[in-house]
C-alpha cells in the first residue's frame, strides 16, 4: 500500500516540476505571498484611543501620561471625570483603553515606594488588547528604568551618572517592536 502512494506521489511531482506554470504556482507564489504580507498584513497597533484619568494632576502623572501619548501607539481622547464616566467610555467602544493614575502618585514616587499605575483594556478584540498591554508594558519598563537611574545618580552621587540610565531620556519616544520584522523573511530588507 505504501508502495503505491509513493509512486503516485513520485508521478505528480514529476508532472507538476515539468510544467514550468506549475513550477511558479507551487514554488514562486509562495515566497511572493510570503514579501507581500510581511509588509502588508501588519499587526500593529497604532493610534489606540485612549482615556486618561489623572488624578494627580502633578508633574509626575503628566509625564507618565506624555510617555503614553508621545508614542505612536496611543492618542489621548478623552479625561473622564469620574468612574461612571470612564466605564461608559469603554463599554460604548469609544476608547479602546483606559490609563488610571491615582491620587498620591509623585508623592509615592518621591518616597521610593512601587506606586500602582492601572491600564484597562476592552477585551473585545484579545490580540488587540494583547498588543495594546505589550505596549504600555514597554513604555511601563521604559519609565521605571528612566526612574532607577535616576535614583541610581541621585543616590550614588555624579560618579554613576555616566551609563547609569537604561534608557535614553532624550530620544523621547519609546521604542516599539513592530510585527513587519517578524513576518518577513529574514534576507528581505524590513524596516
Not at 9 to 30: A, N, Q, T, W
Not at 95 to 113: K, P
Not at 119 to 131: E, H, I, K, P, Y
Not at 160 to 182: K, V
Request: proline share 6%; charged share 20%; aromatic share 6%.
Amino acid at each position: 500500500m505504501g508502495e503505491r502512494i509513493l509512486a503516485i506521489l513520485r508521478k505528480e511531482f514529476r508532472s507538476i516540476l515539468r510544467d514550468p506554470r506549475m513550477r511558479f504556482v507551487i514554488l514562486g507564489l509562495p515566497v511572493l505571498q510570503t514579501l507581500i504580507f510581511g509588509y502588508a498584513v501588519t499587526l500593529d497597533v497604532r493610534q489606540v484611543r485612549l482615556a486618561v484619568m489623572d488624578r494627580d494632576g502633578t508633574p509626575a502623572s503628566r509625564a507618565l501620561v506624555a510617555r503614553f501619548t508621545g508614542s505612536t501607539c496611543f492618542e489621548a481622547v478623552a479625561h473622564p471625570a469620574d468612574e461612571a464616566a470612564a466605564r461608559a467610555l469603554l463599554d460604548a467602544g469609544e476608547v479602546a483603553a483606559l490609563l488610571r493614575i491615582n491620587a498620591g502618585f509623585e508623592e509615592g514616587l518621591r518616597a521610593g515606594r512601587a506606586v500602582p499605575v492601572q491600564l484597562a483594556v476592552d477585551g473585545a478584540d484579545s490580540n488587540t488588547a494583547r498588543f495594546v498591554l505589550n505596549y504600555a508594558g514597554q513604555i511601563a519598563a521604559a519609565a521605571n528604568a528612566e526612574l532607577a537611574g535616576e535614583t541610581i545618580r541621585r543616590n550614588a552621587g555624579p560618579a554613576a551618572a555616566p551609563g547609569a540610565s537604561i534608557c535614553d531620556p532624550g530620544s523621547g519616544s519609546t521604542p516599539i517592536w513592530r510585527a513587519a520584522t517578524t513576518m518577513c523573511p529574514a534576507s528581505s530588507p524590513c524596516s
